[in-house]
RNA sequence: UGGGGAGUCGCCAAGUGGUCAAGGCACGGGUCUUUGGAACCUGUAUACGUAGGUUCGAAUCCUACCUCCCCAGCCA
């Protein structure tokens, strides 16, 4: 019985993981028989990149298909050619590819369904169930009542079916100007749920669409498309998020009218990040006011940019694993995306030496002219990483944060007179500061104890610290780009009457810091690889890199104790 | 004031009448350490919106109330 072994499997999964009230909604579904499979589907609309919170939609919809070995549909809901370009479908395709949802050879456009669509409407019309409007935008909003009052009808309401589909094939046959009328479905104009109060279906729109060209001056509604695209495709389960709930009813209302194959749509809360905003209206703000770089700026929530800082999509996949699903309101703790990129990093990026805000120290006593191969461990998670050669000579570079002269309580790291260990290198002890006219620090000098090769000392003697290093003579210069939270405040929405957002733009969110050295077997990283720094964080090779003159994207800093204990004191 | 949702630790989130108050993040201690990383141990004696009620027993059932979110695009 293979059916049964499928089945069973799937609830075995999916138990595993915990289940959540949309898994537990399709196993009802499959045990009492409304569904026997299951099939979703990722409808965005190419109207913008998309987002960490689109991410956790995605998560869903396809792990519902993978949980239950259903099948999963990608389809463009391109419904309003005013505001869609093809560069959006190209990179939202791009997104989800690259997060691994699979949608096999299911690439969908609500566009295809156009002419399904017009012909539902006009079956609509003439089971008097739609009707066309002459109403100006304004004057149907007058109509539609409020929150708390019943709207009226349009005088239009009542036209003759006949009268109806004229108006109506003349709309589509372009003779009427944008705004001139639309399609109205017939439903309640006292509707509680405004949704319900004669909700436009079809408007004028003289655009030409990215995949219908001119063939279509009227386009459907998302409403109108969305469920009807949902029914078209067997999609089983129609997930979405919260706002769409009020609109189920107005769903429901048009594929009963039709007389269709009936999906089942099921709400869940969106994801929202602290720090950061997520509305496609401010992503563009962003962009277009030049806040950022662009769509893929490492700043930005976007998946583009996400993916150009160096996020993987297993940790963002371990991410959504973590926040879960629900209907509560929430707002995800930016710290927990932190942790998600450190634990996935952690485990795979090979370690480098990088020394990003450099201090030239001299090592007295070390041969000139002498260079040496230090074994350095790629990554101490992973054997398999392997070792690699760093150069090591008498003029070297630490980070200046790693040297006081004047030492508080608990720095345990270089000053005057106290010895260090530098990773895999020698012990060093710091002998004499070297200071500009202006009282800066800018050389140390020290001397080394040959017997400590590799860092660790015969006699057993100790350091309390270990530094990271690079030599002076064979070290790459680099370009790091350290980033910082877009925003000041952990909730941009918090405003007072006439702020907006941009209030709580954080004018700090990128430091350049230049010239970095690194150490030469970074000399032509591949854009896109990562790296951890040891002692920094992690760091990505962003595509504005040349061979010789590398930048780095820090995707996140290391957990860093140190930094609180300064704070604490 | 119409309709639709939601309220469990600082942030997510399990729990669906009987070791019930999981777990993760964050935060605090500690062990270990050639990354002040990682790993490991450990802590946060009143976290179940409020008030009643049902019950031997309620976060879980009932009633009322409070708070928050969404909806009045020819956007999606």
Not at 372 to 386: L, M
Request: net charge negative; hydrophobic share 35%.
């Amino acid at each position: 019985m293979p059916e049964d072994t499928t089945t069973t499997t799937a609830t075995a999964e999916t138990e595993a993981t915990g289940s959540d009230f949309i898994t537990r909604a399709i196993e009802e579904d499959l045990k009492t028989g409304r569904y026997d499979r299951v099939h979703t589907r990722f409808p965005p609309e190419p109207n913008g990149y998309l987002h960490i919170g689109h991410a956790k939609a995605i998560y869903i919809d396809y792990g519902m298909a993978v949980a239950f070995g259903g099948k999963f549909n990608l389809r463009f809901d391109d419904t309003n050619p005013a505001k869609e370009e093809q560069e959006y479908i190209d990179g939202i395709i791009k997104d989800i590819a690259w997060l691994g949802a699979d949608w096999e050879d299911r690439l969908f456009f609500a566009s295809d369904y156009f002419e399904q669509l017009y012909e539902w409407a006009v079956q609509l019309i003439k089971a008097g169930k739609a009707y066309v409007d002459h109403l100006s935008a304004d004057e149907i909003r007058e109509h539609r009542g409020t929150l708390t009052e019943p709207g009226r009808n349009s005088p239009y309401r009542d036209r003759p079916v006949e009268e109806n589909l004229d108006l109506f094939e003349r709309m589509k046959n372009g003779e009427f100007a944008e705004g001139e009328c639309v399609l109205r479905a017939k439903i309640d104009m006292a509707a509680p749920n405004i949704n319900l109060r004669d909700p436009v279906m079809y408007r004028i729109l003289h655009d030409e669409h990215p995949r219908t060209g001119d063939q279509w001056c009227i386009y459907p509604m998302y409403d109108w498309a969305h469920g009807q695209s949902d029914s078209i495709e067997g999609i089983t389960h129609s997930l979405c998020t919260l706002e769409y709930e009020h609109h189920r009813p107005l769903y429901d209302w048009f594929i009963e009218q039709l007389g269709v194959y009936a999906p089942r749509q099921i709400e869940f809360a969106p994801f929202i990040l602290s720090y950061t905003v997520l509305s496609k209206r401010r992503l563009i703000k962003l962009v277009n006011e030049g806040h950022v770089s662009g769509w893929d700026d490492p700043r930005m929530p976007t998946l583009a940019g996400m993916r150009r800082r160096g996020y993987t999509p297993e940790a963002i996949h371990t991410l959504m694993d973590l926040v879960g699903v629900s209907k509560a309101n929430s707002v995800v703790d930016i710290a927990l995306l932190e942790h998600c990129i450190r634990q996935d990093l952690n485990k795979r990026a090979e370690r480098r030496m990088a020394v990003l805000r450099p201090l030239r120290v001299v090592i007295e006593n070390y041969p000139e002219g002498q260079v040496e191969e230090v074994e350095a461990v790629n990554n101490p998670e992973d054997e398999s990483a392997g070792m690699r050669k760093v150069p090591f000579s008498r003029v070297l570079y630490i980070e200046q944060e790693d040297f006081m002269e004047n030492p508080p309580k608990k720095f345990y790291r270089l000053a005057p007179g106290r010895e260090v260990r530098l990773r895999y290198g020698y012990f060093i002890t710091c002998t004499g500061v070297v200071k500009d006219a202006q009282g800066n620090i800018v050389e140390l000098r020290c001397t080394y104890d040959p017997e400590t090769r590799g860092g660790y000392a015969p006699d057993g003697r100790k350091v309390k610290a270990t530094l990271h290093w690079v030599s002076a003579a064979h070290a790459v210069q680099a370009e790091v780009r350290e980033y910082d939270y877009l925003f000041t405040h952990e909730d941009p929405n918090v405003l007072q009457e006439g702020e907006n957002f941009m209030k709580y733009l954080n004018p700090n969110s990128l430091q350049v810091v230049k010239p970095c050295y690194v150490e030469p077997s970074l000399a032509g990283a591949e854009p896109g690889s990562r790296y951890q720094f040891e002692r920094l964080g992690y760091y990505c090779v962003d595509p504005d890199s040349s061979r010789d003159r590398p930048v780095f994207n820090r995707t996140a800093t290391l957990r860093d104790t140190w930094a609180k204990v300064q704070q604490a004191q």
